[in-house]
């Protein structure tokens, strides 16, 4: 949890100073205040903690060795968080398992109006989206987590725009697909 009384932000210039100068101690503690909300977001583009654990030790290693890069122009929470995002990508892509071969004929038409506004917690959201296919999960993170827009995913990911569209869409049937089996379940014990 982020604290706005807390004392890494009262000099964030002098903070990053003492970060780019090699100061452990003032990387520790800029590493406690940011890693919290940063393994979040690299849980959302892994298939298991451990993955996310790799992703964030590996982008804090980035974020100090290129920390003399930021400029103080827009928030350094989302340049960090772009770079996580980006160690999470470098990793997929060294895996070579951007592109998975999805069969939408084997999800049923039955589930595409599916309510995805069902009580659920954001433990279970985050094991659904682990759960989906490389490329369907890291669209879906960009675009609704992030906010990109399609052409932005493309141009990242190296897709057309049309592909981008797709994988949203397939992301969101197996999301809704995956729902409704937890509800049936649900439905079943009750």
Sequence with gaps: MLYTNYPILDNLKEV??????????????????????MMGVCLRYSKSRQEAEEILQEGFIKVFTCMHQYKFKGSLEGWIKRTMINCALQKLRSKNS?????NIDDIADQYIGFD???NINAKELLALIQNLPAMC??????????????????AMLNISEGTSKSNLHDARIMLQKQLSEGMQMLKTKI
Aim: with cysteine; aromatic share 14%; proline share 2%.
């Design 116 to 118: 995805m506004t069902t």
């Design 16 to 37: 990053i100073k003492e970060c780019i100068a090699g100061n452990r101690g003032m990387q520790n503690k800029f590493y406690k205040y940011y890693s919290s909300l």
């Design 98 to 102: 951007l592109y998975p071969v999805i």
């Design 137 to 154: 999960k890291l669209v879906f993170n960009l675009h609704v987590f992030e906010g990109m827009r399609h052409r932005e995913i493309a």
